[in-house]
């Protein structure tokens, strides 16, 4: 008795601790304040960071102004998520990541013929569009909406599958839940790649589908996640969930677009970086700047003293790369303030979603996530690695969609919590193993039962 005794007193300890520990932690909960990234270094001007720099925690506030507000609170360690007194990031030269050829061409054939038209509540939907970047001269008083069209507009391939086999979640205790999750995704309207159709027949008016396959662990085996988006940007998209007890799948409500997706902290407007549908958005753009940001993640995935790819290459518990995981560089960026219409924000879970959209390409390439009461929720990059695309002459895909190979980090500063997600073995097109070259296989609620077998 005297031994339980004990410790019952330490665990009513332990429960004042983390409640006297918890309201500290709120405090720190940063507030939307639009100077920050008004005053990060513009996109034209001269100032720069010299390839060779080492950023440390001696000198990180010397280039603060290319950093998200995310990345700054990570480095001034207010959060339970922080960096390490020893953390270091190494400033390279950078290289472009242009749009594929075919993306352009379409560009220039079809641009001229792209027009947002108001639909009455606030928001802008798109007349005219076929292929390519419906925007690629972004101008005028609608310039973040059109960003935000050329984002859901970035090159995505017709197919492409991935494996994610380091991916996990954590919390503050260090607790750690493992998964492993298979990716399926079509595209299968306004395509740009080369050998196939601009829109492939008999799928009906569905634009883009997104199959997440959770693998490992035992107990969540064979659970997938369906979304299909359909060709009208504004209809929110289903989402459909097979539960592998009932063997069938369940469709959940269009408007639980704040629902996490398999238990991360993306939500299922997260996924693919960000899962938004234009007409019910309004886009600010803040201005064009200089982000610091790792661009090009060194290849490989087994190599523990190298690469992207392994969980060595990475500062623990805040799962920060290290320099061995490639170096970061500047990019030009548009970075945009965008939120829900009045009509529909009633509800939703982000006030403010600050997307850093690369200008190049027009993948998001850093969001600072803000809660309905305009305080830092979450943060976090999307480090695409290049992929050669299957049928051209050097051509590559950044990011490709989302679920490209790459790593993906969001740091729930509020909860702490954490998602960290490493993909690899990405398969684009014909390269794609002829088995996930089936549309109404991936792409269907009825495909998902054939999952156990």
């Excluded at 600072?368 to 976090?380: F, P, V």
């Excluded at 050669?388 to 702490?416: C, F, I, K, M, R």
Aim: aromatic share 12%.
């Amino acid at each position: 008795m005297l031994i339980r005794g004990k410790f019952w007193i330490i665990g009513i300890l332990v429960g004042v601790l983390l409640a006297m520990w918890e309201p500290a932690i709120a405090q720190t909960v940063v507030s939307w304040d639009g100077a920050a990234y008004e005053n990060m270094v513009s996109a034209d001007s001269p100032d720069t960071i010299p390839p060779g720099t080492k950023i440390t925690m001696q000198n990180w506030q010397n280039y603060k102004r290319f950093m998200p507000v995310g990345l700054q609170q990570l480095w001034m360690g207010r959060f339970f998520w922080k960096l390490p007194a020893d953390a270091e990031i190494d400033v390279g030269a950078g290289a472009p990541i242009p749009l594929p050829k075919k993306v352009q061409e379409d560009t220039e054939k079809y641009a001229s013929q792209v027009k947002l038209v108001p639909t009455g509540d606030g928001g802008y939907k798109i007349r005219g569009y076929v292929a390519g970047i419906p925007f690629p001269n972004p101008s005028g008083d609608l310039a973040g909406v059109q960003i935000l069209y050329n984002e859901y507009y970035a090159y995505i391939p017709y197919l492409i599958t991935t494996y994610a086999k380091l991916g996990f979640t954590m919390d503050r205790f260090l607790s750690i839940t493992n998964n492993e999750v298979r990716e399926v995704n079509f595209k299968v309207k306004h395509l740009s790649d080369v050998g196939k159709p601009v829109d492939i027949p008999n799928v009906g008016d569905i634009f883009l589908t997104q199959n997440n396959i959770i693998w490992t662990p035992e107990q969540s085996k064979y659970v997938n996640a369906l979304q299909i988006f359909y060709d009208n940007p504004g209809k929110l998209p289903e989402t459909f969930i097979f539960v592998p007890a009932l063997r069938r799948s369940l469709r959940t409500s269009t408007a639980a677009r704040c629902s996490p997706l398999l238990g991360s902290d993306y939500t299922e407007d997260d996924e693919r970086s960000m899962n938004l549908q234009p007409p019910i958005f309004q886009a600010k753009l803040i201005g064009y700047k200089k982000l610091l940001i790792l661009a090009h993640p060194t290849p490989g995935y087994v190599d523990e003293n190298a690469r992207y790819g392994h969980p060595t290459s990475y500062y623990w518990p805040v799962l920060f790369p290290k320099p061995v995981a490639g170096a970061w560089e500047l990019r030009k960026v548009a970075v945009l303030d965008i939120r829900r219409i009045p009509s529909h924000a009633q509800g939703y879970c982000y006030g403010s979603r600050m997307a850093f959209i690369d200008r190049e390409n027009w993948q998001p390439i850093w969001m600072d996530l803000y809660d309905a009461n305009l305080k830092l929720w979450k943060t976090g990059p999307s480090i695409y690695r290049p992929m050669p695309l299957p049928g051209t002459n050097g051509d590559v895909a950044t990011g490709a969609g989302g679920p490209g190979d790459g790593e993906y980090t969001y740091w729930d500063l509020q909860n702490s919590h954490i998602t960290f997600d490493i993909q690899s073995g990405g398969q684009i097109n014909q390269d794609a193993p002829g088995q996930y070259d089936d549309f109404n296989r991936w792409g269907a609620p009825a495909g998902m039962e054939q999952v156990m077998q």
